[in-house]
């Protein structure tokens, strides 16, 4: 499922400050297209990765400056527990995901787990 600039903007609009967490691979396209969109929309991400499937080095770096300009924070971690902390909605990459996430996290989510 292809997740358009308009319905990340759509899920977040209703959180005043909003965190999102991404949990799969840092270096797919949906990873990438929240990262892009973090800065520009003002919203907090963290990225839930391996670490050999973090986003590559240039990519980061130009973010990080465009994040840093527009006051939002980006944190690439593996540490599952460190990127939901304060979470607003999770997106996940596949619905077994999704659905572990929704089970066992609904109590510390206080959003939503999208399965894009």
Known sequence: MEVSYASIKK?????????????????????????????????????????????????????EEDATKNGTTLIITTSFEE???HASLIYTESEKE???????????VKGKVINA
Do not use: Q
Not at 11 to 27: A, C, E, L, M, T
Not at 30 to 55: E, G, N, Q, R, T
Not at 98 to 108: R, S
């Open 11 to 63: 899920d977040i609009s209703v959180f005043n400050r909003p965190k999102v967490v991404f949990y799969g691979k840092g270096n797919s396209p949906l990873c990438k297209k929240l990262i892009l969109m973090a800065a520009h929309y003002k919203f907090d991400l963290s990225v839930k990765s391996a670490i050999f499937c973090f986003p590559e080095h240039a990519f980061m770096e130009k973010a």
């Open 98 to 108: 999704t659905d572990k996430l929704t089970e066992e996290f609904d109590f510390v």
């Open 83 to 85: 990127a939901i902390k």
